[in-house]
């Protein structure tokens, strides 16, 4: 009304060089190195090469840098993380805004399960204490197993139990229902999902 004229914001935009190192280490994995990694851990040791491949097929390496939050407690995912190189902090909120450390993870270890196999939100936040290559399994690629070789989810759930109670003590009574418990409500998410 008094002839005025509100400026559009002027935005420019450039270009971003590409970083071949970073290209690099986001490039899917060699198969032969894939397996390796898998295999490393108890959860896919046991698994024979075709199974390995039928979840790298479903995976790939993501990069984070040094405080970044790679999951946040609480959000839903559909994936679990094998640590390939770096260290991450694992966080459990206590009351808002204030978390305490509760473990520090390396190359080799795993993060992600419980979300991966029951569909829960994450339990934790995980973020990287230094940059840190992470090989990102998805659960497409569980499904697919799982669908070629119903008994694998049982082995899945006492893997993932194990995990689970280490650092609780709980009888051998106990553990034997909470492992029962867990395998039930896993077959009741894949089934779920296969019916979608």
Known sequence: REGRS?????????RRQSDPAAEALAAPLPPE???????GHSLFAELPPTDLDCLLNHSRP???TAGEAIVREGA???SLYLVISGRVEVEKEVRPGQSIHVAELGPGEVFGEMTLFQGLPRSATVRALEDSRLLRVDRAGVREL???DPDLLERFARLVNSRRRELESLGHE??????SHLLDAMRQFFAALGAT
């Open 6 to 14: 509100i400026p559009f914001p002027v935005r420019e935009l450039q």
């Open 62 to 64: 993501v990069l984070f």
């Open 33 to 39: 190195e894939g397996r390796r990694l898998l295999a």
């Open 76 to 78: 839903s995912g559909r």
């Open 146 to 148: 799982l669908e070629r």
């Open 174 to 179: 106990e553990r034997q229902r909470e492992a």
